[in-house]
């Protein structure tokens, strides 16, 4: 596909950095497969780890699954939340979070509403932000938002309080040289939110060409840029007749992200979407390359497993990865042991930490 257009409040994928002067080490990984009942491929978007109880959540549209619970070691299912029940009915709702306890949460950003549910999916309380957004997530009792198509100013990022109400907004969009209004900026440069509680920091890496942002907020609610990176910016243009734009030639960027208190870990895709049919679609979406960055912004290191991903996510203490890949048309779920390569990893002398900001 050489022109993709990006219809509103649709999330692709996300963007990249590297350390000057360091050669990158590279860690190979070999996946072991997990029992997946055999499935079309037609889900899409977050997946999140549950890892005392050993399971995934996922979005399966296949089935009308807003919330799909997914126990990898013993291939079971549970429908937590179909399309079409509860407050709203979910209309726009998908998958933004999960807590160490098992609750999770949704986003609604043309509704902006966070919607928060216990482990076994019953609702517990809904946030009413005061913003529209594209995509949002906690930031401990906090909640840090990209892209409000409602606004006109400059600015990529919200910070919201616990009960929606907006704090500040920051972060200026790229500077494209693309005569368009700010409402097509959060267009063109959405991606993936991910956050620190432990060092109250949250990563957007964006999923169409290769940039990305590292912020800090820090007492009194102040937003620091701690690392910025600006490789490669897009072409577009506002599309006729829809709220989208319309992409020159590019390169896909960061196709997924999932971070723990220690790294960042960031599918990076780098290639130029090609062909018309779906299953051309999907092979754009799935790369081999993970990309291990720090909170400080430095690329530590890049993962290369031995079959290309379409999404993943990490336990707490680095020492598993769960991916889901395309089995000849199959989802399946995988697992990578990643503890001893993070050991390695963090053993390994590091550039003196300071901020990376390359815009």
């Known amino acids: 596909m050489n022109r993709l257009t990006a219809i509103c409040l649709m999330i692709l994928l996300t963007g990249a950095c590297s350390r000057p002067g360091a050669e990158i080490p590279e860690y190979r990984l070999n996946a072991s497969p997990l029992p997946l009942s055999d499935r ?7 997946l999140l780890l549950n890892e005392s109880e050993e399971y995934v ?32 009915e979910y209309t726009n709702a998908r998958l ?15 509704l ?22 594209a995509s949002a997530i906690e930031l401990g009792d906090q909640y840090i938002s990209y892209g409000d198509f409602s606004v ?36 063109a440069y959405q991606g993936w939110l991910v956050a620190n509680n432990a060092r109250s920091r949250f990563a957007f890496l964006i999923s169409r060409g290769e940039a990305f942002d590292i912020y800090e907020i820090q007492n009194d609610s102040i937003p620091v840029r701690i690392a910025s ?28 992200a999932d971070a723990s208190d220690r790294f960042i870990y ?14 051309d679609f999907y092979k754009n979406l799935q790369s081999n390359v993970i990309r291990l960055y720090d909170w400080d912004g430095n690329l530590r290191a890049n993962l290369i497993t031995d079959i290309e991903l379409l999404n993943l996510c990490v336990c ?44």
């Open 40 to 46: 079309t491929i037609n889900m899409y978007g977050r």
């Open 57 to 88: 959540l996922i979005t399966d549209p296949a089935e009308g699954a807003i919330v799909k619970q997914i126990f990898y070691r013993t291939d079971s299912t549970k429908i937590l939340i179909r399309k079409g029940r509860g407050p709203n």
């Open 96 to 110: 933004s979070g999960i807590e160490s306890n098992g609750d999770f949460y949704l986003m609604s950003g043309a």
């Open 112 to 133: 902006r509403k966070i919607y928060h549910h216990a482990q076994e999916g019953a609702p517990t309380r809904h946030v009413d932000m005061e913003t529209f957004f």
């Open 152 to 187: 006109s100013d400059n600015t990529m990022y919200t910070l919201s309080d616990a009960s929606g109400r907006t704090i500040c907004r920051f972060g200026a969009y790229p500077d494209d040289g693309v005569p368009a209004d700010f409402a097509y900026k959060a267009m």
């Open 229 to 256: 990176s600006r490789k490669e910016l897009l072409s577009y243009r506002p599309a006729e007749g829809v709220i989208g734009v319309d992409y020159d030639e590019h390169k896909m960027g960061y196709l997924d």
């Open 266 to 279: 960031a599918l990076y895709s780098g290639k130029k979407p090609a062909g018309e049919t779906l299953t």
């Open 316 to 359: 707490a203490d680095d020492s598993l990865l769960i991916a889901l890949y395309d089995d000849k048309g199959v989802f399946r779920l995988c697992t990578f042991d990643i503890g001893e390569v993070i050991r390695q990893i963090t053993a390994e002398p590091n550039n003196p930490k300071r901020s990376k900001i390359d815009d």
